[in-house]
């Protein structure tokens, strides 16, 4: 499996373009021989752009997903819509299961290669430092897990990343790949190496960590996307502009790996 990342740079609010952009990498990477592309977390809102929430916000049938799931038919490539800011009433309105409440939620939805959406993951953990993210959106409640190729996909986002527990809830339930959406900002590099290599290695599984790139009034982004495989090794990764980030993936890798390290095995509870 090809996978490739695609880092575009995200402005704040400006979600014509970021759209645009973000379509752009797609096309990009398709025409690179991708099976799967992966966006970065809200990537036409941007993150840290709260107060363009509630304005750019629309449920899972709405325009912007219609138009990346489009695309990945179009291209024939399994795609991962970053996250979106997902009204939840409208979502509850066409018939889609959501968390109770009407508010918002950070959703990633995973299409296949023929459009249709296979995986939704709504963030579980909300940034409280700092961000607005606790006070404005609604927590995700569920874990889906979807086959892509050879691989079962799963999907977390940002700082989940710093909960490991929900990884190896993945890992149990036999995820090879989890593709981890972010929006990961300065000053903290050191901990966007760290946390996406330590999930692969507690879990034996490729990490796919998507970010982006782009200023908002006070943080940016610091790009650096990187695709680690069962044993932690950087395969591909990229600095803090705009990029494409290309990984060939093996399924027989994660089955060589946990056979010769068998530590999930070895697991007791406390």
Not at 60 to 66: H, Q
Request: aromatic share 8%; with cysteine; hydrophobic share 40%.
């Amino acid at each position: 499996m090809k996978l490739a990342l695609a880092q575009h740079r995200i402005e704040p609010g400006a979600v014509g373009g970021n759209r645009e952009r973000a379509a752009a990498m797609v096309e990009r990477a398709a025409e690179g021989g991708a099976d799967v592309v992966a966006l970065p977390e809200l990537f036409a809102t941007g993150y840290f752009a709260f107060d363009s929430y509630a304005r750019t916000a629309e449920g899972l049938d709405g325009p912007l997903l219609a138009e990346f799931g489009e695309l990945a038919r179009e291209h024939d490539v399994a795609l991962l819509a970053g996250s979106i800011v997902e009204d939840l009433a409208a979502s509850r309105e066409a018939g889609i299961e959501t968390p109770t409440g009407d508010g918002y939620a950070n959703t990633a939805v995973l299409f296949d290669s023929d459009g249709d959406r296979c995986s939704v993951y709504r963030k579980h953990h909300l940034f409280g430092y700092g961000s607005a993210e606790q006070e404005l959106l609604e927590p995700g409640q569920r874990l889906q897990v979807a086959e892509i190729g050879d691989f079962t996909v799963g999907v977390t986002t940002c700082y989940d990343l710093r909960f490991p527990e929900l990884y190896r809830e993945l890992a149990d339930r036999g995820v090879t790949l989890v593709l981890v959406p972010s929006a990961w900002p300065y000053p903290r590099v050191e901990h966007w190496q760290l946390l996406p290599k330590a999930r692969a290695v507690e879990n034996l599984t490729y990490v796919a960590a998507a970010n982006g790139v782009g200023s908002f009034d006070e943080s940016e982004l610091l790009g650096r996307s990187t695709v680690y495989d069962p044993w932690g090794t950087a395969v591909a990764s990229t600095g803090d502009q705009p990029d494409l980030v290309t990984a060939e993936l093996d399924p027989g890798r994660v089955r060589t790996v946990r056979s010769e390290f068998p530590a999930l095995d070895d697991r007791r509870q406390p």
